[in-house]
Nanobody
Framework: QVQLVESGGGLVPPGDSLRLSCAISGRPSGTYSVAWFRQPPGKEREFVAAIFRSYGRTYYADSVKGRFTMSTDNAKTTVFLQMSSLKPEDTAVYYC???????????????????WGQGTQVTVSS
């Protein structure tokens, strides 16, 4: 059973940086896609970034492009989200998600991901 555990959230002032981690266990077989989503208070879950298939390209939401960078470690067991120039509107619970059958046109759809972490809170406030 694949398990995802996020960490690294916290309270930071606007303009600051934060790095989130997502530890992947359960050894998903074959290629898979991993994504970061976030859910702001009172809003629906939204796409942030994704690595399509294990060695594929990385895709970003327009709202974070140029400020956030998604990466993995060499063993592909941990996924990172480096967040810079944080804004109050980045405040949300951030989730890591994984799917082994995702198609490219669906990477921004939460319902297409089979595995989710518990989430980590990011609050950007002065």
């Amino acid at each position: 059973q694949v398990q995802l555990v996020e960490s690294g959230g916290g309270l930071v002032p606007p303009g600051d940086s934060l790095r989130l981690s997502c530890a992947i266990s359960g050894r998903p077989s074959g290629t898979y896609s991993v994504a970061w989503f976030r859910q702001p208070p009172g809003k629906e879950r939204e796409f942030v970034a994704a690595i399509f298939r294990s060695y594929g390209r990385t895709y970003y939401a327009d709202s974070v492009k140029g400020r956030f960078t998604m990466s993995t470690d060499n063993a592909k067991t941990t996924v990172f989200l480096q967040m810079s120039s944080l804004k109050p509107e980045d405040t949300a619970v951030y989730y890591c998600a994984l799917d082994q059958r995702l198609i490219l046109s669906s990477i921004q759809l939460p319902r297409e991901y089979d595995y989710w972490g518990q989430g980590t809170q990011v609050t950007v406030s002065s």
